[in-house]
């Protein structure tokens, strides 16, 4: 009987992981097929500007609910990095989030071993919700980082919208590590990341997290920064806190101040996280999502999208004209709980994605 519950279970896990190695393949690429939003949903209306705000530069609401004034790009190339898939224009941030990523770039190719950084997605213009990929992203306080090293050429358009992703995860093997893939100067990167005191967090596959927890023998003190999720297996998730003085932004609890290497770690290496949703109880009339509006969000939103824009991307690209705005402050707004209600065992942030 414990034999066949054994194998039982092994099959189980097979066919997770075909179905999540597929998802996760499309985790990497924000661009990837959904249905397109209505013409006057926060999707639609944030995903057609072009350039962001004028004045300062403030997040308004959470992480996976609001948008952002004053935002500032990364310059599409730096001496230690590179932007990617940039017909998305979604490179803009708050300037503490583009400082940030430049500081890292610099930090890892000196210490690290790290050649350069491949950034993803930071955020739209204004923030907001974007036509797919993402369910956070909306304030300018996240950005994806590929686990691809920067090539010592610059790279042409072309290949900046075409170059595939690189999973670190083993083909056939459920949520393991290829070692073939896998270095060391990986595993520094992520470390010299969650390093840095304002980052929150930095979400990785769920293989990623025990491989670190498994391996790392350096200061584990900022291990538990690196929080499992599904995807992210081709490139980690940078969530800043909300920086001083931008009190309409709705910080995220800390993350628990042990490694995360226990029980939250060993929770996705059972079924639970990789079950199908529970069907509908028979005569149960099935409620279509809606879709998420401007009014849905902070009220301060509406404002940001009417605000004028900048003169040209130039002028709003971090370490020009804007290269440090003034913060306006606002009234305060409480910390959402954390890791928004899923399971205390399964540190999932609360925009647990189909995509990310």
């Known amino acids: 009987m414990a034999l066949h519950t054994t ?7 097979k066919l997770a992981f075909a179905g999540m190695l597929g998802a996760s393949l499309v985790a990497g690429d924000a661009g990837a097929e959904e249905k397109p939003p209505s013409p006057g949903s926060a999707k639609a209306i944030f995903g057609s500007v072009s350039l962001p705000s004028q004045g300062v530069a403030q997040p308004y609401g959470f992480y996976a609910k609001g948008c952002m004034s004053g935002a500032v790009a ?70 994806d980082i590929w686990l691809t090293p920067m090539p010592a050429h610059p790279l042409s358009i072309e290949e900046r919208e075409t170059l595939p992703f690189t999973t670190m995860l083993q083909k ?13 100067s990986r595993a520094r990167l992520l470390m010299r990341a969650a390093s840095y005191p304002q980052v929150e967090r930095i979400f990785v596959n769920p293989a990623i997290k025990k491989k670190m927890c498994d391996t790392w023998t350096g200061d584990r003190t900022n291990l538990g920064k690196l929080r499992p999720i599904y995807g ?22 800390p993350v628990p101040a042990d490694d995360g290497c226990g029980k939250s770690l060993a929770w996705w290496f059972t079924k639970e ?84």
Not at 232 to 253: E, L, N, V
């Open 7 to 13: 194998r039982t279970f092994q099959t189980f896990l």
């Open 273 to 356: 996280p990789w079950a199908p949703p529970k069907p509908p109880k028979p005569g149960t009339k099935p409620v279509k999502p809606r879709e998420v509006m401007v009014s849905d969000l902070p009220n301060a939103c509406s404002a940001v999208l009417a605000a004028p824009s900048v003169d040209s991307i130039q002028a709003a690209t971090f370490g020009g004209a804007a290269d440090a705005p003034a913060v306006a402050p606002t009234a305060a707004v409480p910390a959402a709980a954390s890791d928004e209600g899923l399971p205390v065992i399964g540190p999932v942030p609360d925009d647990k994605p189909s995509i990310e």
């Open 172 to 184: 056939n093997a459920f949520l393991t590590i290829n070692p073939s893939v896998w270095t060391e």
């Open 74 to 143: 990364l310059p599409t190339d730096g001496p230690t990095w590179q932007v990617m898939r940039i017909s998305r224009n979604r490179r803009w941030g708050n300037p503490a989030m583009i400082s940030l990523l430049e500081r890292l770039s610099r930090d890892a190719a000196r210490y690290d071993g790290w050649p350069g950084l491949l950034v993803g997605d930071i955020s739209q213009p204004r923030g907001g919700p974007m036509f797919n990929g993402h369910a956070s992203h909306q304030i300018g306080l996240d950005a």
């Open 232 to 253: 992210h297996d081709s490139h980690f998730h940078i969530r800043i806190k909300c920086p001083p003085g931008t009190t309409a932004c709705k910080p995220q609890a």
